[in-house]
């Protein structure tokens, strides 16, 4: 037997209450609560994330965690039908709530329950006041997490293309999102800087909704 230093974390993934059928885009995560000064914003490049893909049944495990305090992060990748509906450990809810982990400590029971409730938004794009006659058509909405509850368990960025007469939907899991659109050129020099740090040094200057699945 091969002696792992640090935690351990065992979970399985369901959806709508059943163990999914294939081994689904599901990458379930623990990141650490205070994380390194010297690393960056991204979730996924943080020294202090650690992740553990699907087995079969929807089984998960992640080994050799180091001591500290955690949150639970779960993201869906390529389909946007899903999404984390609950993160639990016997009645305790991980979507909220961080927890700790000791050298040579185990956690398992972890259920991660992913949904199809999805909420659906419409809205139409209206030019502001003297913008002339601008193409609503030539609109794209911008759709990223608000706060990191959200971030936690959503992808960062989503663009939404208007129609014609400038009216939109979409659908989404649950949070809190900001929302704000820009043209399509605009969207091309914007492109490269749409990541964490943007929105947050936008914030103010963003417009934010709360979702609830149906």
């Known amino acids: 037997l091969v002696d792992v230093a640090g935690a351990r974390l065992d979970g399985r993934v369901t959806f709508d209450g059943k163990p999914p059928e294939d081994r689904p885009g599901v990458l379930a995560g623990v990141s650490l609560v205070e994380k390194d000064a010297t690393s960056n914003n991204d979730e996924f490049d943080d020294s202090g994330f650690s992740h553990g893909f699907l087995r079969e049944g929807g089984e998960f495990s992640m080994t050799a965690l180091a001591p500290g305090t955690y949150w639970f ?105 900001f929302v704000t659109a820009v043209t399509a050129a605009e969207y091309k020099k914007l492109e490269p800087k749409l990541g964490y740090e943007y929105f947050e040094k936008n914030a103010e200057k963003l417009a934010r909704i709360k979702l609830s699945a149906r």
């Open 73 to 177: 992060t779960v993201q869906i990748i390529g389909d946007e039908k899903f999404y984390v509906k609950s993160v639990t450990r016997k009645g305790i809810d991980l979507m909220q709530t961080s927890f700790k982990l000791a050298d040579g400590s185990v956690i398992d029971d972890v259920v991660v329950t992913v949904a199809q409730d999805l909420a659906r938004v419409e809205g139409q794009v209206t030019p502001a006041a003297g913008a002339g006659k601008h193409r609503v058509g030539d609109v794209m909405l911008l759709i990223a997490p608000a706060n990191d509850s959200t971030r936690r368990f959503s992808t960062l960025t989503r663009t939404v293309q208007a129609d014609a007469q400038g009216n939109f939907v979409f659908k989404s899991g649950p949070g809190e999102f």
